[in-house]
Protein backbone atom coordinates (compact mmCIF):
# COMPACT_ATOMS: atom_id res chain seq x y z
CA UNK A 1 0.00 0.00 0.00
CA UNK A 2 1.76 2.99 -1.32
CA UNK A 3 2.03 5.81 0.77
CA UNK A 4 3.69 9.11 2.05
CA UNK A 5 5.84 8.77 5.09
CA UNK A 6 6.53 11.20 7.31
CA UNK A 7 8.75 11.39 10.12
CA UNK A 8 8.66 12.28 13.24
CA UNK A 9 5.35 12.32 13.66
CA UNK A 10 5.79 14.35 16.31
CA UNK A 11 8.27 16.69 17.45
CA UNK A 12 8.74 18.74 21.30
CA UNK A 13 11.67 21.13 20.85
CA UNK A 14 12.73 24.58 22.56
CA UNK A 15 12.79 27.85 21.29
CA UNK A 16 15.90 28.60 18.80
CA UNK A 17 16.76 24.84 18.01
CA UNK A 18 17.03 23.19 14.57
CA UNK A 19 14.15 21.18 13.17
CA UNK A 20 14.26 18.63 10.60
CA UNK A 21 11.35 17.11 9.08
CA UNK A 22 11.26 14.36 6.62
CA UNK A 23 8.84 13.11 3.53
CA UNK A 24 9.80 10.27 1.47
CA UNK A 25 7.32 10.41 -1.12
CA UNK A 26 5.35 7.73 -2.94
CA UNK A 27 7.53 5.79 -5.16
CA UNK A 28 7.57 7.37 -8.64
CA UNK A 29 6.03 10.25 -7.76
CA UNK A 30 8.29 13.49 -9.09
CA UNK A 31 6.41 16.31 -7.24
CA UNK A 32 6.41 16.89 -3.22
CA UNK A 33 4.43 20.06 -1.38
CA UNK A 34 5.17 20.97 1.92
CA UNK A 35 1.80 22.41 3.61
CA UNK A 36 1.98 24.06 7.22
CA UNK A 37 -1.83 23.75 9.14
CA UNK A 38 -2.53 26.22 11.66
CA UNK A 39 -6.27 27.12 13.36
CA UNK A 40 -5.19 30.94 12.11
CA UNK A 41 -4.12 30.29 9.01
CA UNK A 42 -5.53 26.85 8.23
CA UNK A 43 -3.76 25.14 5.38
CA UNK A 44 -0.83 27.34 3.81
CA UNK A 45 1.04 25.68 1.19
CA UNK A 46 5.01 26.60 1.52
CA UNK A 47 6.97 25.35 -0.96
CA UNK A 48 6.78 22.37 -3.90
CA UNK A 49 9.00 20.56 -5.99
CA UNK A 50 9.13 18.96 -9.42
CA UNK A 51 11.90 16.60 -10.44
CA UNK A 52 13.53 17.71 -7.14
CA UNK A 53 13.61 21.14 -8.25
CA UNK A 54 11.82 23.50 -6.53
CA UNK A 55 9.35 25.34 -8.28
CA UNK A 56 7.60 27.84 -5.26
CA UNK A 57 8.91 28.50 -2.29
CA UNK A 58 7.02 31.93 -1.92
CA UNK A 59 4.78 30.88 1.02
CA UNK A 60 7.89 30.09 3.10
CA UNK A 61 9.00 32.31 5.43
CA UNK A 62 13.01 32.58 3.76
CA UNK A 63 15.13 33.65 7.07
CA UNK A 64 14.09 30.28 8.95
CA UNK A 65 12.64 27.59 6.43
CA UNK A 66 14.66 25.66 4.03
CA UNK A 67 13.03 22.38 2.07
CA UNK A 68 15.41 20.49 -0.41
CA UNK A 69 15.14 17.02 -1.81
CA UNK A 70 18.37 16.06 -1.57
CA UNK A 71 17.40 12.74 -3.72
CA UNK A 72 14.09 11.35 -5.35
CA UNK A 73 12.80 9.42 -2.02
CA UNK A 74 13.12 12.22 0.71
CA UNK A 75 12.18 15.69 0.87
CA UNK A 76 13.41 17.72 4.22
CA UNK A 77 11.82 20.67 5.46
CA UNK A 78 14.07 22.83 7.90
CA UNK A 79 13.25 25.32 10.61
CA UNK A 80 16.59 27.17 12.03
CA UNK A 81 15.99 28.74 14.36
CA UNK A 82 12.31 27.66 15.68
CA UNK A 83 10.08 29.87 17.18
CA UNK A 84 6.91 29.35 19.11
CA UNK A 85 4.94 30.65 16.38
CA UNK A 86 6.31 28.03 14.01
CA UNK A 87 4.00 25.55 16.11
CA UNK A 88 1.97 23.64 13.82
CA UNK A 89 0.84 20.42 11.70
CA UNK A 90 3.73 20.24 8.96
CA UNK A 91 2.18 18.06 5.91
CA UNK A 92 4.09 16.63 3.19
CA UNK A 93 1.91 15.36 -0.37
CA UNK A 94 3.45 13.80 -3.10
CA UNK A 95 2.15 13.12 -7.10
CA UNK A 96 2.72 11.77 -10.05
CA UNK A 97 2.69 14.96 -12.34
CA UNK A 98 0.39 14.19 -15.01
CA UNK A 99 -3.53 14.93 -16.12
CA UNK A 100 -6.25 13.94 -13.71
CA UNK A 101 -4.31 12.83 -10.55
CA UNK A 102 -4.43 13.75 -7.44
CA UNK A 103 -1.39 14.66 -5.08
CA UNK A 104 -1.31 12.14 -1.57
CA UNK A 105 -1.15 13.30 1.84
CA UNK A 106 1.08 11.80 4.94
CA UNK A 107 0.18 12.05 8.12
CA UNK A 108 1.63 15.09 8.70
CA UNK A 109 4.34 16.16 11.38
CA UNK A 110 3.05 17.90 14.74
CA UNK A 111 5.69 20.51 16.06
CA UNK A 112 5.49 22.21 19.02
CA UNK A 113 8.33 24.88 19.87
CA UNK A 114 8.31 25.88 23.71
CA UNK B 1 -4.60 32.54 -8.74
CA UNK B 2 -6.93 29.84 -7.50
CA UNK B 3 -9.33 29.91 -4.67
CA UNK B 4 -11.66 28.51 -2.44
CA UNK B 5 -14.37 29.49 -0.41
CA UNK B 6 -15.97 27.37 2.63
CA UNK B 7 -18.87 30.26 3.27
CA UNK B 8 -19.86 27.91 6.68
CA UNK B 9 -16.76 27.73 9.19
CA UNK B 10 -18.88 25.50 12.02
CA UNK B 11 -22.32 23.68 11.06
CA UNK B 12 -24.53 21.39 13.26
CA UNK B 13 -26.92 18.68 11.78
CA UNK B 14 -28.65 16.34 13.31
CA UNK B 15 -27.50 12.27 13.19
CA UNK B 16 -29.94 11.28 10.52
CA UNK B 17 -30.41 14.84 9.14
CA UNK B 18 -28.87 15.47 5.19
CA UNK B 19 -25.79 17.65 5.09
CA UNK B 20 -24.94 20.10 2.84
CA UNK B 21 -21.49 21.67 2.83
CA UNK B 22 -21.00 24.98 0.50
CA UNK B 23 -18.01 25.47 -1.43
CA UNK B 24 -17.07 28.27 -4.41
CA UNK B 25 -13.82 28.15 -6.36
CA UNK B 26 -12.26 30.80 -8.40
CA UNK B 27 -9.75 29.04 -11.31
CA UNK B 28 -8.73 30.13 -14.54
CA UNK B 29 -9.69 26.54 -16.78
CA UNK B 30 -11.48 23.54 -15.40
CA UNK B 31 -10.52 23.14 -11.95
CA UNK B 32 -9.34 19.58 -10.23
CA UNK B 33 -11.72 19.52 -7.31
CA UNK B 34 -11.63 17.58 -4.09
CA UNK B 35 -13.21 16.94 -0.44
CA UNK B 36 -10.83 16.43 2.19
CA UNK B 37 -11.81 15.32 5.70
CA UNK B 38 -9.72 15.43 8.48
CA UNK B 39 -10.66 14.16 11.94
CA UNK B 40 -8.98 15.78 15.55
CA UNK B 41 -5.31 15.13 15.24
CA UNK B 42 -5.24 13.16 12.06
CA UNK B 43 -3.86 13.67 8.50
CA UNK B 44 -6.36 14.57 5.44
CA UNK B 45 -8.29 11.93 3.73
CA UNK B 46 -9.67 12.35 0.37
CA UNK B 47 -13.63 11.94 0.40
CA UNK B 48 -14.26 12.69 -3.30
CA UNK B 49 -12.43 13.97 -6.43
CA UNK B 50 -13.93 15.71 -9.84
CA UNK B 51 -11.72 15.74 -12.85
CA UNK B 52 -13.59 15.94 -15.59
CA UNK B 53 -17.00 13.93 -17.08
CA UNK B 54 -20.03 13.75 -15.04
CA UNK B 55 -20.73 16.67 -12.97
CA UNK B 56 -22.28 13.93 -10.20
CA UNK B 57 -19.23 12.30 -8.38
CA UNK B 58 -19.85 9.50 -5.56
CA UNK B 59 -17.14 9.09 -2.74
CA UNK B 60 -16.51 7.35 0.37
CA UNK B 61 -18.51 7.26 3.37
CA UNK B 62 -21.72 8.00 1.36
CA UNK B 63 -20.52 11.56 0.08
CA UNK B 64 -21.19 12.85 -3.17
CA UNK B 65 -20.45 16.23 -4.44
CA UNK B 66 -22.05 18.28 -6.97
CA UNK B 67 -19.96 20.39 -9.84
CA UNK B 68 -21.70 23.23 -11.50
CA UNK B 69 -19.53 25.18 -13.51
CA UNK B 70 -21.98 28.25 -14.08
CA UNK B 71 -21.89 28.47 -10.36
CA UNK B 72 -18.49 27.71 -9.46
CA UNK B 73 -19.32 25.93 -6.29
CA UNK B 74 -18.77 21.74 -5.69
CA UNK B 75 -21.22 21.55 -2.81
CA UNK B 76 -20.76 18.48 -0.64
CA UNK B 77 -23.73 16.57 0.13
CA UNK B 78 -24.80 13.64 2.14
CA UNK B 79 -28.35 11.99 3.03
CA UNK B 80 -28.04 11.20 6.20
CA UNK B 81 -25.09 11.96 8.73
CA UNK B 82 -24.02 9.90 11.13
CA UNK B 83 -22.45 10.63 14.25
CA UNK B 84 -18.97 9.48 12.90
CA UNK B 85 -19.34 12.37 10.73
CA UNK B 86 -18.57 14.87 13.25
CA UNK B 87 -14.87 15.70 11.77
CA UNK B 88 -13.43 19.44 9.96
CA UNK B 89 -14.36 19.41 5.89
CA UNK B 90 -11.59 21.24 3.43
CA UNK B 91 -12.82 21.86 0.13
CA UNK B 92 -9.76 22.09 -2.56
CA UNK B 93 -8.68 23.10 -5.94
CA UNK B 94 -5.54 21.89 -8.22
CA UNK B 95 -4.18 23.49 -11.09
CA UNK B 96 -1.12 22.35 -12.64
CA UNK B 97 1.58 20.52 -11.78
CA UNK B 98 -1.51 19.55 -8.49
CA UNK B 99 -0.66 22.46 -6.15
CA UNK B 100 -4.05 22.38 -4.32
CA UNK B 101 -5.09 25.19 -2.56
CA UNK B 102 -7.55 24.32 0.34
CA UNK B 103 -10.65 26.11 1.96
CA UNK B 104 -10.49 27.28 5.49
CA UNK B 105 -12.71 23.95 6.23
CA UNK B 106 -16.17 23.83 7.96
CA UNK B 107 -16.15 22.16 10.95
CA UNK B 108 -19.44 19.47 11.28
CA UNK B 109 -21.11 18.78 14.50
CA UNK B 110 -23.58 15.86 14.75
CA UNK B 111 -25.69 15.65 17.93
CA UNK B 112 -28.19 12.56 18.61
Known amino acids: DARVTQTPRHKVTEMGQEVTMRCQPI?????VFWYRQTMMQGLELLAYFRNRAPLDDSGMPKDRFSAEMPDATLATLKIQPSEPRDSAVYFC????????????FGQGTRLTVV | AQSVTQPDIHITVSEGASLELRCNYSYGATPYLFWYVQSPGQGLQLLLKYFSGDTLVQGIKGFEAEFKRSQSSFNLRKPSVHWSDAAEYFC??????????FGTGTKLQVIP
Open chain 1, 93 to 104: ASGPGTPNTEAF
Open chain 2, 92 to 101: AVAGGYQKVT
Open chain 1, 27 to 31: LGHNT
